[in-house]
Nanobody, 123 residues
Framework: QLQLVESGGGLVQPGGSLRLSCAAS????????IGWFRQAPGKEREGVSC????????YYVDSVKGRFTISRDNAKNSVYLQMNSLKPEDTAVYYC????????????????WGQGTQVTVSS
């Protein structure tokens, strides 16, 4: 069974950090670009960041640039999202997704999705 599982979410104070993990089972991530998306209550799902399969190049949306870092460890079949300087507006369910194609923060092309992990930034 092909599966992506996110972990690492939780409650953190503004200015704090979290590291999300996305682990794949049933397939290897080597040939997939991985994206991180988030969805806040009452809002549409938005792309946050992605990392390519070929050269590890990355992309970030402006709202997280300089605060979030995406990385991958193909040996562990996992991708990570390090989130620093968290803000209340980062509160959302975070999803990872895999696409056998180009890195993109557009959700449509992605083939596989995880179930999500809740991130809450609040004092």
């Amino acid at each position: 069974q092909l599966q992506l599982v996110e972990s690492g979410g939780g409650l953190v104070q503004p200015g704090g950090s979290l590291r999300l993990s996305c682990a794949a089972s049933g397939f290897t991530l080597d040939y997939y670009a991985i994206g991180w998306f988030r969805q806040a209550p009452g809002k549409e799902r938005e792309g946050v960041s992605c990392i390519s399969s070929s050269d590890g190049s990355t992309y970030y949306v402006d709202s997280v640039k300089g605060r979030f870092t995406i990385s991958r460890d193909n040996a562990k079949n996992s991708v990570y999202l390090q989130m620093n300087s968290l803000k209340p507006e980062d509160t959302a369910v975070y999803y990872c997704a895999a696409v056998r194609g180009a890195c993109t923060v557009v959700a449509g092309p992605y083939d596989y999705w995880g179930q999500g992990t809740q991130v809450t930034v609040s004092s």
